[in-house]
């Protein structure tokens, strides 16, 4: 069955290292993107992208990037962790527009804590 | 400022009750809302969607309504199980984009 991964599901890290956070979907989906989860806040988007080589900020974008090189993989880099981007991450992938009804399929959540 | 409010903030109740969710929303220009259940340590999976033109939407024991006027939109959960204990997270399009508005959620427990 066709799904959504993501790795690790739980990382903890040290103040100003570099982290990736890795989602791999095999809907063959042109859309993914990126949201941090923080209790008192709704998703909130960091990155998209549309489709391979295409990449765009989010309203959090700020201290994370993203590269897109294939369909299937959006990974997340942290270039410098802070302890602010302690978070639950999630990434979600959605099929192209037909009459704005289509739905993100949302992956499992890779919690992070900044130390 | 586009916002999507929920009540209540927490909600616990036994087995068997039906309980209801609201939502507040004043993204405009309205597309759709969509209600989410987010299992713990798991991604929000979608219920429901509606559009302005639908006012009611069904998925076996979950109903959701949207009042477009007012800008409301219901969850009634009938006859709950302990697999309904899970966050419910509204979310508004806006119309002409993609940009999705999320509310905090409503983090139900259902107890025996």
């Known amino acids: 069955d066709a799904e959504i991964t993501q790795s690790p599901r739980h990382k903890i890290t040290e103040t100003g290292r570099q982290v990736t956070l890795a989602c791999h979907q095999t809907w063959n989906h042109n859309n993914m993107f990126w949201y941090r989860q923080d209790l008192g806040h709704g998703l909130r988007l960091i990155h998209y992208?549309?489709?391979?080589?295409?990449?765009n900020k989010g309203e959090v974008s700020d201290g994370y990037s993203v590269s897109r090189s294939n369909t299937e993989d959006l990974p997340l880099t942290l270039e410098s962790a802070a302890s602010s981007q302690t978070s639950v991450y999630f990434c979600?992938?959605?099929?192209?527009?037909?009459?704005?009804?289509?739905?993100?399929?949302f992956g499992p959540g890779t919690r992070l804590l900044v130390l | 400022k586009n916002q999507v409010e929920q009540s209540p903030q927490s909600l616990i109740i036994l087995e068997g009750k039906n309980c209801t969710l609201q939502c507040n929303y004043t993204v405009s220009p309205f597309s759709n809302l969509r209600w989410y259940k987010q299992d713990t340590g798991r991604g929000p999976v979608s219920l429901t969607i509606m559009t302005f033109s639908e006012n009611t939407k069904s998925n076996g024991r979950y109903t959701a309504t949207l009042d477009a006027d007012t800008k409301q939109s219901s969850l009634h959960i009938t006859a709950s199980q302990l697999s309904d204990s899970a966050s419910y997270i509204c979310?508004?399009?806006?119309?002409?984009?993609?940009?999705?508005?999320f509310g905090t959620g409503t983090q139900l427990k259902v107890e025996l």
């Open positions: 979600a992938s959605r099929p192209p527009n037909r009459g704005n009804r289509e739905t993100q399929y």
């Open positions: 992208s549309y489709g391979v080589q295409d990449t």
């Open positions: 979310v508004v399009r806006e119309g002409g984009g993609n940009k999705l508005t």
